[in-house]
Nanobody, 115 residues
Framework: QVQLVESGGGLVQAGGSLTLSCEGS????????MGWYRQAPEKQRELVAV???????TYGDSVKGRFTISRDHAKATVLLQMVNLQPEDTAVYYC?????????WGRGTQVTVSS
């Protein structure tokens, strides 16, 4: 079974940092796009950052300059390093992977930033 498992969420004060990790299993991920989306209460899910197998990286406008995505193809993992977190970054963060016409999602990890 192909799946994604996130870890690393938690509670942090404004200005703090967190690193999220996602590990894929049950499939071949090195040729996939992998990344992160987030969803805050009563808001639509939005792009945080994705990184294609080619290395092409896309960040959401609200996180540019603060978040960094990286991948370890050998381990089928994708990391999201987040610095200078703000209360508006509070959301459930979902790991994402896509290949051809298929998309899969992790269950999500909560990130809460207190002011």
């Amino acid at each position: 079974q192909v799946q994604l498992v996130e870890s690393g969420g938690g509670l942090v004060q404004a200005g703090g940092s967190l690193t999220l990790s996602c590990e894929g299993s049950g499939g071949i991920f090195r040729t996939n796009t992998m990344g992160w989306y987030r969803q805050a209460p009563e808001k639509q899910r939005e792009l945080v950052a994705v990184k294609a197998a080619s290395g092409l990286t896309t960040y959401g406008d609200s996180v540019k300059g603060r978040f960094t995505i990286s991948r370890d193809h050998a381990k089928a993992t994708v990391l999201l390093q987040m610095v200078n977190l703000q209360p508006e970054d509070t959301a459930v963060y979902y790991c994402y992977s896509a290949w051809d016409t298929t998309e899969i999602w992790g269950r999500g990890t909560q990130v809460t930033v207190s002011s």
